[in-house]
């Protein structure tokens, strides 16, 4: 019943989620350079402007319990995801999802780091962005300093954890992070999107789990306060700034920001995404080998080679080309077709890992598909959902005659008679007039299979190269320009 409203309500099920999954993780590595970057300054701000507020609320809570304290704050911070959600950051913590897309090889390892890269360079120079405005406004003064202390403290806090400890907080803070993200993808719904958010971003900040992103912006500003802030700032809390000695770059990049980035990896890219991936959409399930349809060649003409310029029987052994062009059943259709163009093949065989045939891909199902949709094809379709499971294949024992005759000629067309031998049809066209008007539906291109094992590719233009030397020897470009007529200005 969920699954049949789904459509209709604008709510998904878990494997439609997947679906949305793959489309928001191709769409972290489609974008152009300069939007990424872009996208992830916006997302630095919005993280910082989260801790900013988180600050606030958590500043002056004396009479409030810790665990409900906490809990504010963390209610607060989700106003940064939110904005990254609905404003359309780029936030390396998400972006990490972009995993999914590599798994599917939708895109390379190097692209997918790459537009890792680029995110987090983005998010940190919005983290410098936000930090030199809430310096330039001298919010650590706020309530008389107690806002300053509040952020100094909570820095610190971060430089304190082992190795070990910093990367397991990483990887919880993203495995809640990206479980908020995933949840949005059950429904098109943006103020759904919103509530969805907020409570596993509130129990990742209210327990303490570690955000490299929020600590391109948190620690900083701890280490700016430690180094400018005025005198009459530390004299006014009655604390000294050498307390804080330990807030520095070095301590905050090797201490918290190198643990804490590879544990948020883990956490969204790894159990998150992937850990989805390998349930809805890994190529776990058993693809039915193809039904292998060996064509007739029973009633083939046969010819004495003396009254031809063929001088042996030719196979097919002797003129197929090796499969080593082949599709997988789980590769999208424009990389399939990216190949056969490059190839300048109409088709490949459709292979599983195990090197089992399966189906046969070709430019003409893709053709049909574009046409059944309009010409908006879904950008998502893969080869198997397109290829022919029913494939008609050739012997390497096959003769290149046989094969030809197949190819071109059709007898039931070119004598239309009954099982009993009563004409069905009357002509009177000759027997080759009949054969060069005729169209049949054959394969251009034929899977050459022994042993149930795919051992090669014939097609037409293996065909006709083979019997090409019918038509006598072969004739230079040269020799068959200076055979045409010349023009009337170039005799003159």
């Keep these: 019943m969920g699954s049949a409203t789904a459509s209709t309500n604008n709510n998904f099920t878990p494997k439609e989620m997947m679906k949305q999954a793959e489309k ?41 319990s810790w665990g409900l304290n906490r809990f504010y704050g963390g209610l607060a911070f989700s106003l940064g995801l939110i904005l990254v959600v609905i404003c359309g950051g780029e936030l390396f913590t998400s972006t990490v999802l972009s995993s999914i897309a590599r798994a599917n090889n939708h895109i390379s390892s190097g692209r997918m780091l790459g537009t890792w890269a680029k995110v987090y360079f983005g998010n940190f120079l919005g983290a410098m962005l936000l930090l030199l405005l809430v310096s330039m406004a001298s919010l650590y003064q706020l309530d008389g300093g107690q806002w300053g202390l509040n952020a100094l403290n909570i820095a610190q806090h971060k430089l304190h954890h082992q190795p070990l400890e910093a990367f397991s907080l990483g990887v919880l803070c993203n495995l809640l992070v990206c479980l908020a993200i995933w949840m949005t993808f059950c429904t098109e719904n943006m103020m759904t999107k919103m509530v969805i958010m907020i409570l596993p971003v509130a129990m990742f900040v209210s327990t303490g789990f570690e955000h490299s992103v929020a600590n391109m912006f948190m620690v900083p500003l701890g280490i700016t306060i430690q180094n400018f802030a005025p005198e009459s700032f530390w004299l006014n809390l009655g604390v000294l ?60 003409h046969t010819l004495n080679m003396e009254h031809t310029m063929l001088n042996e029987k030719q196979f097919v052994n002797d003129h197929m080309r090796p499969a080593t062009i082949t599709l997988l059943p789980g590769m999208p259709v424009a990389q399939a077709l990216d190949i056969l163009m490059n190839e300048d093949l109409t088709g490949a065989p459709v292979l599983t890992t195990d090197q089992r045939l399966v189906g046969f891909f070709s430019i003409h199902d893709a053709l049909v598909d574009l046409w059944c949709n309009d010409y908006m094809p879904d950008a998502e379709s893969k080869v198997q959902d397109l290829m022919k499971h029913e494939i008609q294949t050739v012997s390497p024992d096959n003769s290149i005659l046989e094969i030809a005759e197949y190819m071109s000629i059709d007898k039931n067309i070119l004598y239309p008679v009954s099982d009993g031998g009563i004409a069905t049809r009357f002509t009177s066209l000759s027997l080759n007039e009949r054969a060069r008007a005729m169209v049949i539906n054959r394969p251009h291109c034929f899977p050459v299979v ?10 037409r233009k293996e065909i006709v190269s083979a019997l090409r030397p019918v038509y006598g020897n072969i004739v230079s470009v040269t020799e068959v320009a200076n055979t045409q007529p010349k023009a009337v200005s170039d005799i003159a």
């Design 241 to 300: 700034p050498e307390q804080y000695n330990d807030l520095t770059i070095q301590n905050f990049i090797f201490a918290n920001l190198i643990p804490v980035t590879l544990g948020n990896i883990v956490g969204g890219g790894v159990l998150v995404g992937l850990s989805y991936w390998a349930i809805f959409s890994s190529p776990k399930e058993q693809h039915a080998s193809a039904t292998i349809i060996t064509p007739d060649f029973s009633n083939t």
């Design 24 to 64: 928001y993780a191709v769409g972290k590595a489609s974008k152009p350079t300069r939007t990424t970057i872009a996208l992830a300054i916006t997302a630095g701000v919005f993280i910082g402007l989260a801790f900013v507020f988180y600050i606030t609320v958590t500043t002056g809570n004396g009479g409030v």
């Design 450 to 459: 022994k042993d149930e094992q795919l051992v090669g590719i014939i097609t």
